[in-house]
């Protein structure tokens, strides 16, 4: 079993003796909730498995060192390379924008962690930057992607901070600009940032979104857009992390 404690969500994934997944349950709280262990017990009901029968847990994300039912801690780093390569064989670049930070990682030709770099500096461009500009907006953030496909144009926002970001874009809704525009907008501000962290390490191709935020796919269009190169998503992207931890438990359990 694999457990990621992020800021915003928990996600657990149980893996069978053959590696593959057996269940899977993604809950929309993070860190100091009650998200971890609600995730732990979906995914055990899925399988129709006890605690008991986990031969190994795994835990990994901002808030691993906290939870107590796991017999290893592993770096988010890692276990997101460990599942980025489980997802997609020869993967060599990386982007994971979660909850509350965002990374690019660069795997060699041996589908080892090569190099990475990190912003959990800032909000700008994570996922709780979309999160607030959806407030903003009164919609939800499984609707951005929907809505930046009807955008007619793009509304350039400036700032990069999210709090000026929110401003400009109150700004643009008391112009009645269409809402469409201002999130293809919020969805390539971004991107650029996100970009502009995976040059910092080089862009390989193939190259996967993993996180939260390759579900909305405004944002991998946009990325995809400022890189000038094909960005790949995959069901499992939310839960590349835990994947990784559960991986990194069946090794341990082999
Ligand atoms: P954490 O850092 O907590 O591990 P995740 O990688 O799970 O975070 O990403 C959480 C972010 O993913 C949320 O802040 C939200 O912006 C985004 N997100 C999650 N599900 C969706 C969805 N269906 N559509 C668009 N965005 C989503």
Redesign the pocket.
């Known amino acids: 079993m694999g457990v ?8 657990c994934v149980i893996l069978n003796g053959s590696s593959e997944i057996v269940s899977q349950a ?1 809950i ?1 709280v ?2 100091g909730t009650s998200g971890p262990r609600r995730a732990v017990e979906a995914a055990l009901a899925i399988a129709g498995a006890s605690m008991e029968q986990a031969a190994v847990v795994i835990a990994t ?2 808030g691993r060192n906290t939870y107590d039912d796991a017999a290893e801690r592993i770096s ?1 780093l890692s276990c997101h390379a460990k599942g980025a390569v489980w997802i997609m064989r020869g993967v060599r670049t990386v982007v ?6 965002a990374k690019a990682l660069s795997i060699n030709e041996d589908g080892r962690l090569a190099d990475f770099v990190m912003n959990d500096k800032c909000a700008a461009g ?6 607030v500009m ?1 407030r903003v907006l009164e919609v ?6 929907g809505l930046d496909e009807k955008a007619g144009g793009i509304i350039q926002i400036s700032s990069t901070c999210t709090v000026f970001a929110e401003s400009e874009v109150i700004s643009q809704l008391s112009k009645n600009a269409p809402i469409p525009d201002i999130i293809a907008g919020i969805h390539q501000s971004a991107a650029v940032r996100a970009a502009s962290l995976m040059k910092r390490i080089g862009v390989v191709q193939p190259v996967l979104m ?7 796919a ?2 991998v269009r946009a990325l995809a857009r400022a890189l000038g190169a094909e960005v790949k998503t995959s069901p499992h ?2 839960i ?2 835990a994947l990784g931890a559960a991986l990194f438990a069946r090794e341990r359990s082999a």
Request: charged residues 15%; hydrophobic residues 25%.
């Open positions: 990621d404690i992020g800021s915003s969500t928990s996600k993604v929309p993070g860190t994300g901002y988010e994971d924008i979660g909850g509350q930070d994570t996922g709780r930057f979309l999160d959806a939800g953030v499984s609707d951005l992607q993993t996180g939260g935020v390759a579900n909305n405004g944002v992207s939310q590349a992390g």
